[in-house]
């Protein structure tokens, strides 16, 4: 006979298992991305970065959307999308996209080491959250593990405290990690238990492609909108490399994280999520030059540096304690 409780430790470890794999795509795209603006640099010179930037996120979210519907047409015809699922499918979207984009404006006015360690300040934050809302003390092991994270995240990025400021670049950075924490905690919400993967992938993906498509058109060069449009669909690369952000980096890694984070605490996921960085460094040391000899852009390789095996091994090191520790899911 099987132990319910054994159940219950397996299907846990496989969530995390799995939570750990998004967090390699979400780290695989960093490289990706790079390249990717650096080869729509060449086929667009007289574009805008934030049209770059946006233009980077349209396209990789509105063919997710559109694979999302090819494969689940069957299901669609028959029974459409729950009320329920488009209610949390639209506020992850809206959550996420609006994460994206403050984070990706404040990198303008901030060092990426800074906003690399704001960002992940949500593996503090969900905690301080959930304790004020459940009344409850998460637990010696959760704080042990959220300053393991952010200590780590911190020596990854080889964050500087002296040049620690609240400009606007690094405001607009802790805003983006409260909305990524607004995402992590509407996924977790118990009024959406019963709710389809599937479906609240495919609207997550509807919502925020309207949204960067609206932000596409309104940023396009003056009097240039249909040339800046389709320039980057003439390179089979940037077609490529666009493709496989859309399949891995977002069916697969948004795919794995609707179906599998509400299987253990928000307090959980925000934790394993800051593994991010780690393979986003581990791909930084030999994706590039592959990359930039494939596209003819200048992007080097990045070096092994003690950093990057300390700060590393603390966020591997927390991610291991709260999987050894389990935090009990409250209501």
């Known amino acids: 006979m099987i132990n319910s409780a054994d159940t219950t430790a397996a299907l846990r470890s496989r969530a995390l298992s799995l939570l750990v794999l998004t967090t390699a795509f979400w780290g695989l795209s960093f490289p ?10 060449q086929l667009s010179p007289t574009a805008g ?14 063919l997710a959307a559109a694979l999302l519907a090819v494969w689940q047409w069957r299901g ?16 992850l979207g809206v959550f996420s996209s609006a994460g994206m984009l403050f984070q990706c404006d404040g990198m303008h006015y901030t060092a990426a080491s800074t906003s690399a360690f704001l960002t992940q300040f949500y593996a503090i934050l969900i905690p301080i959250f959930v304790a004020l809302r459940s009344k409850r003390n998460p637990g010696l092991v959760v704080w042990t593990c959220s300053g393991l994270v952010l200590a780590g995240v911190a020596i990854l990025g080889r964050f500087d405290w002296t040049e620690m400021h609240l400009g606007r670049g ?28 599937g479906r609240i992938s495919l609207t997550m993906f509807i919502t925020q492609a309207a949204i960067y498509s609206l932000l596409l058109v309104l940023l396009a060069p003056s009097g240039e909108i249909v040339t800046a449009l389709l320039a980057p669909w003439t390179s089979g690369l940037w077609v490529g490399f666009t493709l496989v952000l859309t399949v891995v980096c977002t069916v697969g890694a948004y795919g794995l994280m609707n179906a599998w984070q509400p299987k253990i605490t928000a307090t959980e996921a925000g934790l394993v999520y800051c593994a991010e960085p780690i393979f986003g460094s581990v791909f930084a040391l030999f994706l590039p030059a592959i990359l930039s000899a494939w596209a003819l852009i200048d992007y080097a390789n990045e070096t092994s540096t003690w950093p990057l095996l300390v700060g590393g091994g603390l966020i591997t090191v927390a991610n291991v304690l709260i999987q050894v520790k389990p935090v009990k899911k409250l209501s």
């Open 170 to 197: 690094e405001v607009e950075t802790i805003i983006a990690s409260c909305f990524f924490m607004g995402q992590i905690l509407w996924l977790e919400r118990p009024v959406f238990s019963a709710n389809r993967p």
């Open 32 to 41: 990706l991305i790079k390249a990717l603006m650096l080869l729509h640099e």
């Open 49 to 62: 970065s934030w049209f770059v930037t946006v233009y980077v996120l349209a396209p990789r979210f509105a």
């Open 76 to 91: 669609l015809i028959k029974t459409g999308i729950r009320r329920s699922e488009w209610h949390q499918g639209v506020g």
